[in-house]
């Protein structure tokens, strides 16, 4: 059996180095990957606030304050959505309730857009049947 010291001396150090590389990489797509999960949760969440401020403010009686104040009620334990910006409008039959606010930002070097959300329904008419 035939030894070779010298070749696996060469060898020496090879995983660590691999490890200094590759550990960085993973950590920056770990980080990516929750800031993509922090953005579309940021989103549903003001896609919901939005319904509910909408479904609010289109009930017969109700104003465009009280669509704003549920949106506002909804949106008050979630600390990301603090800076949260809701508007009511009614137009024509309808109501609006947009919903717009910052990301969430993990990694500082991606740049997020505003979530926002808008939505349009029917105000609330009663009818003779």
């Known amino acids: 059996m035939t030894h070779h010291p010298h070749r696996l001396r060469a060898d020496t150090g090879a995983v660590t180095l691999e490890g200094a590389i590759m550990a960085p990489v993973v950590i920056l797509a770990t980080m990516i990957i929750v800031q993509a999960a922090c953005y579309f949760m940021a ?3 003001a896609t919901n606030a939005a319904q509910i401020s909408a479904e609010t403010a289109r009930v017969r009686g109700a104003t465009d304050a009280d669509g704003m104040r549920a949106g506002r009620d909804y949106l008050g334990d979630i600390d990301a959505m603090a800076q949260a910006s809701i508007s009511v409008t009614r137009s024509g039959g309808t ?12 990694v500082p070097i991606v740049p997020m857009p505003d979530v926002r ?13």
């Open 43 to 45: 989103n549903t969440t």
């Open 95 to 106: 109501v609006t309730a947009t919903v717009t606010a910052p990301a969430p930002a993990i």
């Open 117 to 129: 959300s808008e939505i349009n329904v029917p105000v609330e008419r009663v009818t003779r049947p």
